[in-house]
């Protein structure tokens, strides 16, 4: 690998990735012909502070050196002026082909042949096959990309403004994370005005001749499906029931086949992720990208585990299958060896890539566990098995239905069970549990389907049966379920909106934005969230909707395969979306003020919303010359227990309370005891860190007071008036004898503020890896809290 400045590509192969780790995989297989250098991802980009499109010359785009990339630039220059030939080889998508054609610009006047490389997996072979099939960089690609950004572009700076003039600057605007929040507001919007409907069901125990026992529900009443509202119906249909003799009326039996799952797409993947190891797709795609580039395996080395995983195509290539035969063959037997009908293509499937697999089945996770982190031995071991079920037989499973019915044929009570024939792919795939959440087409419901039963070995139609024991259960109707974040991905993906690449940042960018906040793995959107979706959808009902922003992707994919223009789709985006904003600039429509009473001081204006970073309240439209504000009452949520103990007082709980700035942690015997505890973006509680201790040493910028710190690589010294002044001493430049008195001064400092270990109520150390939302999940598991206390405080919004 090269990435410093003594690295040299004299005579050789320059080849460019954008990992380092990959780079330090890829230059293993090559060898001393070639120099690889990483890019660190983009080198260039549109300028931060500026739209960066030319609307009076095509909307071309102008791009600059990211800042802290010059001097990438400059290594890259430079080792491809020395080498014999450039080949780049950024990720197989889009957004890497965009990266490739800003490195070839950077490199062209090296005068050498610039070639473009795919590596759709780190392997030895794949990557030797790919560097002898080079190609040219596919400009339609670039544009695409350069599509996509210019549009987000053009939402965030025209949207975003008109948000700061109606609610508060700072505020932010996406084009598809706006339509993503108008679907969490919506859904929280249905949930708030639903209205739950009582019911009752009634499970029956039968004992059979042979003394074998099972349960039936009841499904009719006088061939009706059953609907009992009330308790008193379901007493009064309790005492008809147990009032007669039953006999089973029919028995049907049919052998259904469970087909095989697909290998997964980047969208399965995250919702897989999701739902079975609690990952969220940030961390899935992290931890695959790991495994892409290549985890250091014995003495093979770094080696890439996985192929791509940013792909929406569930094929596989012949070597892969031909290979996995091969595997199920030798471990489970040919009658487990299938023939791959499941790999379907559909409208929108770009099916630029393989699905995601495994580089090699060979590569069991159980003989690769030594060498993966319990995060990547998790995903590795998903992504392994569903490949290997992928490429196996259907399951064939017997299903049975029995009916039961009285001697008067009014009631009938019906039981359904299930045996396997022949598991197949059930085999090594085993939980059916995430090949059913795929099987659902809504993300409203998450009711348990009804349960298979044990159904006696010996039954006979006409058989008498003894009626042991009725229950009865009361139920209400369930309002649709909110969003996870497996359900939010698979909603985006059935409506065709967002790509592999963006799906892991929606959820992330709307978190960042204090839009929505995670509960119990839960999406709420927040106060702010629904009023910005609101005020969104009602002065933008045509760009922030589902069917608008599936077909911009749809005109994405034109533009990506040539059947559409790059400015064709600004424009038509751009002309629609400016007209409107010079109506609404200087008119915007706030729904919350819809019937905005007048202003009982001035009799004038009207008493409107009005926000601010710390929450909204009322004020008058006649401001400034009239200054009347109203407090908008509102229910506060109220703080939830989390099962941590204080680590300050030991008396107090930590309390899960929401400021200015977010959720934070704070102990319940304030203001006698001032405890805080932050959360990062994920909400995983960050640890208390040491206060600096203060020298007087002088900043060598502005003069005021160092700060001496403790850092990775040992102690440091920055200014006291940062952010102010970033003014640094280098620790090693001190004279030896004042950097011993500060070491002696820092270590009783040190000991002055010991670390803190954060222990949950019941005295066991706290897991600083789980999310607060697990921390007060695993805490009502082992009683510690309440479940009522989460319940309330879920119910805040």
């Given at each position: 690998?090269?990435?410093?400045?003594?690295?040299?590509a004299?005579?050789?192969t320059l080849?460019?990735?954008?990992?380092?780790s990959?780079?330090?995989?890829?230059?293993?297989y090559?060898?001393?012909?070639?120099e690889?250098?990483?890019s660190v991802?983009h080198?260039k980009?549109?300028?931060?502070?500026?739209?960066g499109?030319?609307?009076?010359?095509?909307y071309?785009?102008?791009?600059e050196v990211?800042?802290?990339k010059?001097?990438?630039?400059?290594?890259?220059?430079?080792?491809a002026?020395?080498?014999?030939?450039i080949?780049?080889?950024t990720?197989p998508?889009?957004?890497?082909e965009?990266i490739?054609?800003?490195i070839?610009n950077?490199?062209?006047?090296?005068?050498k042949p610039v070639?473009?490389v795919l590596f759709?997996?780190?392997?030895r072979?794949?990557i030797?096959?790919a560097?002898?099939e080079?190609?040219?960089?596919?400009y339609?690609l670039v544009?695409?990309?350069?599509?996509r950004?210019?549009?987000d572009?053009?939402?965030?700076?025209?949207?975003s403004?008109?948000?700061?003039?109606?609610v508060?600057?700072g505020?932010?605007?996406g084009r598809?994370?706006?339509?993503a929040l108008r679907?969490?507001?919506?859904r929280?919007?249905?949930i708030?005005?639903?209205?739950?409907k009582?019911?009752?069901?009634?499970k029956?125990?039968f004992?059979?001749t042979?003394?074998?026992k099972f349960?039936?529900?009841l499904?009719?009443?006088?061939?009706?499906d059953v609907?009992?509202?009330?308790?008193?119906e379901a007493e009064?249909?309790?005492e008809a029931?147990?009032s007669?003799t039953?006999?089973?009326?029919?028995i049907?039996?049919r052998?259904q086949?469970?087909?095989?799952?697909?290998?997964?797409?980047?969208s399965?993947?995250?919702q897989?992720?999701s739902n079975?190891l609690?990952?969220?797709?940030?961390?899935?795609?992290?931890?695959a990208q790991?495994?892409?580039?290549?985890?250091e395996?014995?003495?093979?080395?770094?080696?890439?585990?996985?192929?791509y995983?940013?792909?929406?195509?569930t094929?596989?290539?012949?070597?892969a299958?031909d290979?996995?035969r091969?595997?199920?063959n030798?471990?489970f037997?040919?009658d487990?060896?299938?023939?791959?009908?499941?790999?379907k293509?559909?409208k929108?499937?770009?099916?630029?890539?393989?699905a995601?697999?495994?580089?090699?089945?060979?590569?069991?996770p159980e003989?690769?566990?030594p060498?993966l982190?319990?995060d990547?031995y998790?995903?590795?071991?998903?992504?392994?098995k569903r490949f290997?079920?992928?490429?196996m037989t259907?399951?064939k499973?017997e299903?049975?239905?029995?009916d039961?019915t009285?001697?008067d044929?009014r009631?009938?009570?019906r039981a359904?069970g299930?045996?396997?024939?022949?598991?197949?792919f059930l085999?090594?795939y085993?939980?059916?549990?995430?090949l059913?959440?795929?099987a659902?087409k809504?993300?409203?419901e998450?009711?348990?389907?009804?349960?298979?039963?044990?159904?006696?070995?010996?039954?006979?139609?006409?058989?008498h049966?003894?009626l042991q024991?009725?229950?009865?259960?009361?139920?209400?109707?369930?309002?649709?379920a909110?969003?996870?974040?497996?359900?939010l991905v698979?909603?985006?993906?059935n409506?065709g909106?967002?790509r592999?690449?963006?799906y892991?940042s929606?959820?992330s960018?709307?978190q960042?934005?204090?839009?929505?906040?995670?509960?119990?793995?839960?999406?709420?959107p927040?106060?702010?969230?629904m009023?910005?979706s609101?005020i969104?959808?009602a002065?933008f009902?045509?760009?922030?909707n589902?069917e608008?922003?599936?077909?911009?992707e749809?005109?994405l994919?034109k533009v990506?395969?040539?059947k559409d223009?790059y400015e064709?789709v600004?424009?038509?985006?751009?002309r629609p979306l400016?007209?409107t904003l010079?109506?609404r600039?200087?008119?915007p429509?706030?729904?919350?003020?819809k019937?905005?009473?007048v202003?009982p001081?001035?009799g004038k204006?009207?008493?409107?919303?009005?926000?601010?970073?710390?929450g909204?309240f009322l004020g008058?439209s006649?401001?400034p010359?009239?200054r009347?504000?109203?407090p908008?009452?509102?229910?506060k949520?109220?703080?939830?227990?989390?099962?941590i103990?204080c680590?300050?007082?030991?008396?107090?709980?930590?309390l899960l309370?929401?400021?200015?700035?977010?959720p934070?942690l704070?102990c319940s015997?304030y203001?006698?005891?001032?405890?805080l505890?932050?959360?990062?973006k994920?909400?995983?509680?960050?640890p208390?860190?040491?206060?600096?201790l203060?020298?007087?040493?002088p900043c060598?910028k502005?003069?005021a007071?160092l700060?001496?710190?403790?850092?990775?690589?040992?102690l440091?010294?920055?200014c006291?008036?940062f952010?102010k002044c970033r003014g640094?001493q280098a620790w090693g430049?001190?004279?030896?004898e004042?950097?011993?008195?500060?070491?002696?001064?820092?270590?009783?400092?040190?000991a002055a503020?010991?670390d803190i270990?954060?222990k949950?109520?019941?005295g066991t150390?706290?897991?600083m890896q789980m999310?607060?939302?697990?921390?007060?999940?695993l805490?009502e598991?082992?009683?510690?809290?309440?479940?009522?206390?989460g319940?309330?405080?879920a119910?805040?919004?």
């Amino acid at each position: 690998m090269a990435t410093s400045a003594k690295a040299s590509a004299k005579n050789k192969t320059l080849i460019v990735v954008e990992s380092p780790s990959k780079a330090k995989t890829i230059n293993k297989y090559l060898g001393k012909d070639y120099e690889v250098f990483a890019s660190v991802g983009h080198i260039k980009d549109l300028p931060k502070k500026e739209i960066g499109l030319d609307f009076d010359n095509h909307y071309e785009p102008r791009y600059e050196v990211i800042s802290g990339k010059e001097k990438v630039v400059r290594q890259l220059r430079k080792l491809a002026a020395e080498s014999s030939g450039i080949m780049i080889a950024t990720d197989p998508d889009r957004e890497g082909e965009a990266i490739a054609w800003h490195i070839a610009n950077e490199v062209e006047s090296a005068n050498k042949p610039v070639h473009r490389v795919l590596f759709n997996e780190i392997t030895r072979n794949a990557i030797l096959d790919a560097v002898k099939e080079p190609r040219q960089i596919d400009y339609r690609l670039v544009r695409s990309q350069q599509t996509r950004q210019g549009l987000d572009k053009i939402v965030g700076y025209k949207i975003s403004p008109f948000l700061w003039n109606v609610v508060f600057r700072g505020l932010s605007a996406g084009r598809v994370q706006s339509v993503a929040l108008r679907l969490i507001c919506e859904r929280e919007e249905e949930i708030l005005g639903f209205e739950p409907k009582e019911y009752w069901t009634l499970k029956a125990d039968f004992t059979t001749t042979a003394g074998e026992k099972f349960t039936a529900r009841l499904a009719k009443i006088d061939n009706k499906d059953v609907e009992i509202g009330t308790q008193q119906e379901a007493e009064a249909a309790a005492e008809a029931i147990l009032s007669k003799t039953y006999s089973v009326m029919d028995i049907s039996s049919r052998v259904q086949q469970r087909r095989q799952p697909t290998a997964f797409t980047t969208s399965l993947l995250q919702q897989a992720a999701s739902n079975q190891l609690g990952f969220g797709s940030k961390k899935t795609m992290r931890t695959a990208q790991q495994l892409y580039e290549g985890i250091e395996i014995g003495s093979e080395g770094a080696t890439g585990l996985i192929t791509y995983m940013r792909t929406d195509s569930t094929r596989i290539g012949k070597e892969a299958a031909d290979e996995a035969r091969e595997f199920i063959n030798r471990e489970f037997g040919s009658d487990y060896a299938g023939s791959g009908g499941s790999d379907k293509k559909s409208k929108k499937t770009q099916d630029a890539h393989e699905a995601i697999r495994p580089t090699s089945v060979g590569k069991t996770p159980e003989a690769l566990k030594p060498y993966l982190t319990s995060d990547q031995y998790k995903l590795y071991d998903l992504i392994w098995k569903r490949f290997i079920a992928s490429r196996m037989t259907p399951a064939k499973i017997e299903q049975t239905r029995v009916d039961i019915t009285d001697n008067d044929a009014r009631f009938l009570f019906r039981a359904n069970g299930s045996k396997i024939m022949f598991p197949g792919f059930l085999k090594v795939y085993g939980d059916q549990k995430e090949l059913d959440y795929e099987a659902r087409k809504s993300t409203k419901e998450e009711d348990e389907q009804e349960q298979d039963v044990r159904l006696p070995k010996e039954l006979a139609p006409n058989e008498h049966l003894n009626l042991q024991e009725l229950d009865r259960k009361q139920s209400f109707s369930r309002p649709p379920a909110r969003y996870t974040e497996a359900s939010l991905v698979k909603e985006l993906d059935n409506y065709g909106i967002g790509r592999p690449s963006t799906y892991a940042s929606i959820f992330s960018t709307l978190q960042d934005r204090r839009y929505v906040e995670l509960q119990k793995r839960k999406i709420l959107p927040t106060e702010l969230g629904m009023d910005v979706s609101k005020i969104l959808v009602a002065n933008f009902p045509d760009l922030f909707n589902v069917e608008f922003t599936a077909k911009m992707e749809d005109e994405l994919d034109k533009v990506a395969a040539g059947k559409d223009e790059y400015e064709q789709v600004l424009e038509s985006f751009y002309r629609p979306l400016e007209a409107t904003l010079s109506d609404r600039r200087n008119n915007p429509f706030v729904p919350q003020n819809k019937e905005a009473e007048v202003c009982p001081k001035c009799g004038k204006g009207r008493m409107v919303v009005k926000w601010t970073t710390s929450g909204k309240f009322l004020g008058c439209s006649n401001y400034p010359a009239c200054r009347n504000i109203k407090p908008i009452s509102s229910s506060k949520p109220k703080a939830r227990e989390t099962g941590i103990a204080c680590p300050i007082c030991n008396d107090g709980r930590m309390l899960l309370r929401n400021g200015r700035f977010g959720p934070f942690l704070a102990c319940s015997n304030y203001p006698k005891c001032d405890s805080l505890l932050n959360l990062d973006k994920n909400r995983k509680i960050q640890p208390p860190k040491t206060p600096p201790l203060e020298t007087d040493l002088p900043c060598p910028k502005c003069g005021a007071p160092l700060y001496l710190r403790t850092g990775k690589r040992g102690l440091w010294l920055g200014c006291s008036k940062f952010p102010k002044c970033r003014g640094r001493q280098a620790w090693g430049q001190l004279d030896p004898e004042i950097r011993n008195h500060w070491e002696e001064v820092m270590r009783q400092h040190l000991a002055a503020f010991p670390d803190i270990t954060i222990k949950m109520v019941d005295g066991t150390p706290l897991d600083m890896q789980m999310s607060v939302d697990d921390i007060i999940l695993l805490s009502e598991e082992r009683g510690l809290i309440s479940a009522e206390t989460g319940e309330e405080a879920a119910i805040t919004k």
